[in-house]
């Protein structure tokens, strides 16, 4: 890195793990740049790219709001992941100007006033000179960390993330990962539970029906796309949708536990590539257990010193009790067939060493 960053590291997984609990530990870590769900509001060229980038389109694709998301707040469905959103009195709206993306997650994160940071990284970012995109992300970090107290170590954490490990390493080849995970049945019944799962699985479903060459936006699909759609998942893709359609419509738990496996043994695949001094793994039951442990071990990995005042409020923070084993209460037949499908996730993990036999 050459900037004041002197380490990056993305926490990766499949979300519903833990990380959103884990990005406030380490926001409150003095030496660490936190960095909220970043690249989950920011995903694909030309942003993460190798692509030379001027600094206003750089700044362009920091801006640009994130249609999904937006569509998700005004249908009524937003993720409880989302933090711009639930302040009217702040400038950006999805109704009408969108929310900026670094704005809707990351921002709010580090600052309680996401506006005043956004404008005052304007004028700088824009002035870049032209040079490749991960030479942009790089001295956007610098820029953000100095602008909050001078912190050493950036930290990516994006919770739906581990499908992306292959393009980040090949971006960010000196970029270190922890692979956050948890017990696959109880990952995927947290995901069933969630707006931005069962969407998740929607438009997993709209891409299989339509090919891999859709990106997402109703504009972009022609119309033999669109006969290959049911009505209820074409109304998904409108600027504002029946929140029914989400929250209410009957998705099987196993299949979740389908969706928790493909991703798992996609990204382990990925990991693999990555040198073995440049990733770790994180167990969410072990730092549900011992978070002071558990953190100490991050905080060493990541480059930063482990405080003691940092361990206890992360201990705090994290509390072990009654969110674990939830997947148990499911009526047998249901549970059996959701640990079928969670079946080759949980050999990856095994295999890999992540996991130990039980």
């Known amino acids: ?46 942003a993460l790219s190798r692509q030379p980038l001027t600094g206003r389109e ?15 707040v005004r249908s009524g469905t937003p993720l409880p992941e989302f933090l711009y959103n639930r302040h009217p009195e702040w400038r950006y709206s999805a109704e009408t100007t969108g929310i900026p993306a670094v704005s809707m997650m990351a921002l709010p994160h580090l600052t309680d006033d996401p506006d005043a940071l956004l404008d ?31 912190r050493e170590a950036a930290v990516e954490r994006s919770g739906y993330s581990l499908h992306r490990v292959e393009l980040l390493h090949q971006l960010f080849p000196h970029a270190r990962f922890v692979h956050l995970f948890r017990d696959g049945p109880d990952c995927a019944l947290s995901m069933s539970r969630h707006n931005g799962y069962r ?19 109703p504009d972009e699909l022609t119309e033999e796309q669109r006969k290959e759609l049911p009505e209820d998942l074409l109304q ?28 798992v043994c996609e990204g382990l695949g990925q990991l693999a590539a990555v040198p073995a001094e440049q990733r770790m793994t994180l167990s969410y039951e072990k730092l549900l257990d011992a978070p002071r442990q558990e953190l100490a071990r991050l905080a060493d990995f990541v480059g930063v010193q482990p405080f003691a005042e940092w361990l206890e409020e992360g201990d705090q923070i994290i509390d072990g009790t009654g969110r674990r084993g939830s997947a148990l209460r499911l009526p047998g037949d ?9 079946a ?3 050999e990856a993990l095994l295999s890999a060493g992540a996991r130990t036999a039980r």
């Open 1 to 46: 890195m050459r900037t004041g960053i002197k380490t990056l590291t993305f926490v990766v997984g499949t979300g519903r793990s833990g990380s959103t609990a884990l990005s406030g530990v380490l926001r409150l870590h003095p030496d660490v740049l936190s960095l909220n769900e970043l690249y989950s509001c920011i995903d694909g060229p030309p």
């Open 120 to 150: 005052a990284l304007e004028p700088e970012v824009t002035a870049w000179p032209e040079r490749p995109a991960p030479q942009q992300w790089e001295a956007f970090f610098g820029a953000l960390a100095a602008r909050i107290g001078g």
């Open 334 to 342: 249901e549970l059996a067939a959701l640990r079928e499908n969670c």
């Open 199 to 217: 969407m998740i699985a929607l438009l997993r479903d709209i891409h299989r029906r339509t090919g891999a060459g859709w990106a997402g936006s």
């Open 236 to 263: 998904l893709l409108e600027p504002k949708y029946d929140p029914a359609l989400v929250l209410d419509r009957p998705m099987p738990v196993p299949e979740f536990g389908t969706l928790w496996s493909e991703l």
């Open 344 to 346: 080759p996730g949980e």
């Open 58 to 72: 750089f700044w362009r694709c920091l801006r640009e709001p994130m249609e999904v998301f937006d569509r998700m």
